[in-house]
Nanobody
Framework: QVQLVESGGRSVQTGDSLRLSCAVS????????MGWFRQAPGKEREFVAA???????YYSEAVKGRFTITRDNGRNTVDLQMNNLDPEDTAVYYC??????????????????????WGQGTRVTVSS
């Protein structure tokens, strides 16, 4: 069983930075592909970023250039550094783990169904 616990969400102002972290329990964390998704009020959950077990990062167009995903295989964590935040970034942010080592095309990293485990989410509110 793999457990994911997100932290770091809070209320900030437009232009601020925030760092989210996800702690992952799992014996084979180094082999997991990790993703961050978010769900804004009244909207469907959407892909934000992913990082493969080889540490290749991928981003949605909405956050590219502002957000950075990193992983620490020694601490079993994946972080999301968010800069220049905008009210449009207000959402609950979820961490997800893809435990299969089957390689998928980068476009598939956006698909929720490839991820096996999910955290409970951490709320980010950006005020203007």
């Amino acid at each position: 069983q793999v457990q994911l616990v997100e932290s770091g969400g809070r209320s900030v102002q437009t232009g601020d930075s925030l760092r989210l972290s996800c702690a992952v329990s799992g014996r084979n964390y180094i082999t997991y592909t990790m993703g961050w998704f978010r769900q804004a009020p009244g909207k469907e959950r959407e892909f934000v970023a992913a990082i493969t077990w080889g540490a290749d990062p991928y981003y949605s167009e909405a956050v590219k250039g502002r957000f950075t995903i990193t992983r620490d295989n020694g601490r079993n964590t994946v972080d999301l550094q968010m800069n220049n935040l905008d009210p449009e970034d207000t959402a609950v942010y979820y961490c997800a783990a893809k435990t299969s080592m089957v390689v998928v095309e980068p476009a598939r990293l956006r698909a929720e169904e490839i991820y096996d485990y999910w955290g409970q989410g951490t709320r980010v509110t950006v005020s203007s």
